[in-house]
């Protein structure tokens, strides 16, 4: 293989890299939108609680479902989200708490949990 050959593949390989850097840093883009939403979907329950208690009137599970449901529909997005970054980069999930770590880790940032194996991974 001659130098140019050499420099054409490190090019492309950096042009891959670029590019699942963008696409993962645009999901986890999307992922803090879509958690902002959850905390607002939670607040709006808080406030429904409040008010009906305030009221006196018994909160039904129908004043507050659709609420409930959105939050679910986000969470399943949010993780959908974090499958997709761990197939695009250099990452583990911790079986122990499921947070997403680097490949090298040797420990969970979250939890403490060590890596003493690649069995302690989520793939």
Same mark, same amino acid.
């Given at each position: 293989?001659?130098?140019?050959? !050499?420099? !054409? &593949?490190?090019?492309? /390989? +950096? *042009? =891959? !890299?670029?590019?699942?850097?963008? /696409? @993962? #840093?645009?999901?986890?883009?999307?992922?803090?939108? !879509?958690? #902002?939403? @959850?905390?607002?979907?939670?607040? +709006?329950? *808080?406030?429904?609680?409040?008010? $009906? $208690?305030?009221?006196?009137?018994?909160?039904?599970?129908?004043?507050?479902?659709?609420?409930?449901?959105?939050?679910?529909?986000?969470?399943?997005? @949010?993780? +959908? =989200?974090?499958?997709?970054? &761990? /197939?695009?980069?250099?990452?583990?999930?911790?079986? #122990?708490? *499921?947070? $997403?770590?680097?490949?090298?880790?040797?420990?969970?940032? =979250?939890? *403490?949990? $060590?890596?003493?194996? +690649?069995?302690?991974?989520? /793939?």
């Amino acid at each position: 293989m001659s130098f140019f050959d !050499k420099f !054409k &593949a490190g090019v492309s /390989e +950096a *042009g =891959n !890299k670029a590019k699942s850097v963008v /696409e @993962i #840093n645009r999901l986890k883009l999307q992922n803090n939108g !879509k958690q #902002n939403e @959850i905390d607002k979907q939670y607040q +709006a329950m *808080g406030r429904l609680l409040f008010e $009906t $208690t305030l009221q006196g009137v018994p909160l039904e599970k129908a004043d507050y479902a659709v609420h409930m449901e959105r939050v679910l529909v986000l969470q399943s997005e @949010i993780d +959908a =989200n974090l499958q997709q970054i &761990a /197939e695009l980069g250099d990452a583990k999930q911790c079986r #122990n708490c *499921g947070t $997403t770590v680097d490949s090298d880790a040797r420990f969970c940032p =979250n939890c *403490g949990a $060590t890596f003493d194996s +690649a069995a302690q991974f989520r /793939e």
